[in-house]
């Protein structure tokens, strides 16, 4: 890594000679094989841009000129370039560098990011903002084929086209998004990628425009048409540039003298201007070429075998949930399914194999699945649409006015719900239970464990209204899993436990927790009633107003936003019946979630058993005094 380590800063590259490009190429591959195979993390995309982040960085002046990355899990290369080397060792590990762009890592990071298709937007921003305050620097999107198809690319394409300003849009088009990409965009991005024709052609045609001859207004206007007619048969990119930006390519994404010398032509064009990008998709790495997809966010693994490091017989929350869909369609053909480009992920795969037709990725497009989803549900269809926690956020207004406001029977399985560790803030699943509790007409379930899991999806589809079903990343407890689905009565509760002197009152992931909790308590003498909620909404009033009113005190646990959370809905509900009990509500601060190892971040955040109680002996040492004082009084008048 001779010459990797003397980059300190994009400006260093400029006085690199082009071999000297090409061996840095290199020593960043190897060095991003050797930290991502021991921390886990974005490999393929990242193995995929080294040479266009390091065009990039030697043609444009970051940060003086903005660099935007989309969704940012590409943005390794970057990091790297941008005065980051040795931190990147600690890729994200706690207190370490993110995973994705950010603002307080770097002011090279123009612009933090995680969720898909923001870039455009964001450029455009910054385009106008360098506008508006009269500066001269350039801003570049960098957005892959995959982030494309999400509405807000298409949306901000379009407004940039009408407010024409200078902006530079790099498409990185590998054919892939995690999976194969999807819809017509990618077709067409395809067609122009595979005819060799079209650049050849694109030349010609406008050698032969700039031949017509231009004598007299009439034929002006008749080779005009025939301009616009001959270019929009036979140029490529047209699509981009009846948006009113000018398209350069397809570029070689691999040949970095290529790369910049557009680069270097297209930063004088002041208007807006797409640069094609082809590129492949975990370039250079064998078993990432091969396997793109798995390769696209990996956990620890064998470089030499490309093999995972971690195996456990434990099934995931995702593997259940995907195993339960496909029993479930095949009971009823009636369920669908949608996944958002996230087929894998969400563990829906497995279904479009068995079920084609009745399975939709819609690619990154939370709020069209969601819509769409909501008619196919009034037409009598079951449609189970299975989004991450995190990227369901997207359709909070679809699933207010397209699914519940109509009642449609939508069947959301939001997985990686709570803490999901090394991809942080952007992507842990802690608000769902707050932005989805008050929304009227919606059920929303967590299961304890796997099994739970496996009923709820089954309650799920047999309910005539929307449900949201939440459960965490990774595996299950190792619970036996039922072989028949069985139906769970909406909004009841169950008591695993009854005790005299406190009311634990969990949800989800945390019910486990809130057992250990209790055995914890039972060794210091303090009996506890433990209610595992199952429903978020409806809640077991009955159950739960039971439990507080023979008991001292109430602990609620959740892995969410405390605000508006599982917690606030107990309060709220003793607050309506008057009761005064003191409430301890575990879950997570009015603050965002670093990133890191899941075991690290629980203990961080108190959502350990170890640190629950401690917090439980700081709340109610008061009472457990006043208890003993009690006790002691009986026993002096029981002795009198
Ligand atoms: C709103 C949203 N939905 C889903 C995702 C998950 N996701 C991360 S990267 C990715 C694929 C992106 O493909 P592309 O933009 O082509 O980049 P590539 O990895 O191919 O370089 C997806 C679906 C996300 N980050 N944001």
Known sequence: MDILKKINSPFDLKKLSLSELQQLAQEIRNYLLEVVASNGGHLAPNLGVVELTLAIHSVYSSPIDKIVWDVGHQAYVHKLLTGRFEEFKTLRQYQGISGFPKRSESPHDSFGTGHSSTSISAALGFAQARDLKGEKH?????????????????EALNHAGHLNTKLTVILNDNEMSIAQNVGAMSAYLNRVRTDPLYTKRKEDIEYLLKKIPAIGSKVVKVADRVKDSLKYLLVPGILFEELGFKYFGPVNGHDINELRKVLQNTKHINKPVLVHVITKKGK?????????????????????????????????????????????????????????????????????????????????????????????????????????????QRAYDQIVHDVCLQNAPVVFALDRAGLVGEDGPTHHGVFDLSYLRHIPNLTIMAPKDENELQHMLYTGILHNGPVAIRYPRGCGLGVPLDADFRPLPIGRAEVLQKGRDLTLIAVGSMVDCAVKVSRLLTQKGVACTVINARFIKPLDAETILEAVNNTNGVVTLEENVLNGGFGSAILELMAEEGLEQKVLRIGLEDSFSTHGNINTLREIYGLTPEKVLQRIEEEFSFKAVNKLNKLAINLIRRNR
């Not at 350039?138 to 298409?154: K, N, S």
């Not at 399975?359 to 909501?374: K, L, N, W, Y």
């Open 138 to 154: 350039e801003v570049v999107a960098v957005i892959g084929d995959g982030a494309m198809t999400g509405g807000m690319a298409f």
């Open 284 to 392: 250079g790495y064998p078993p990432a070429e091969k396997n793109p997809d798995r390769f696209h966010g990996i956990g620890i693994f064998d470089l030499k075998t490309g093999e995972l490091c971690k195996k456990t017989d434990v099934p995931t929350y995702t593997k259940v949930f995907s195993d339960t869909l496909v029993k479930l369609g095949e009971m009823d053909p009636k369920v669908l399914a949608f996944t958002a480009a996230m087929g894998e992920g969400a563990g829906t795969s497995d279904f479009s194999k068995r079920f084609p037709k009745r399975s939709f990725d819609v690619g990154i497009a939370e709020q069209h699945a969601v819509t769409m989803a909501a008619a196919l549900a009034l037409e009598g269809f079951k449609p189970v649409v299975a989004i991450y926690s995190t990227f369901l």
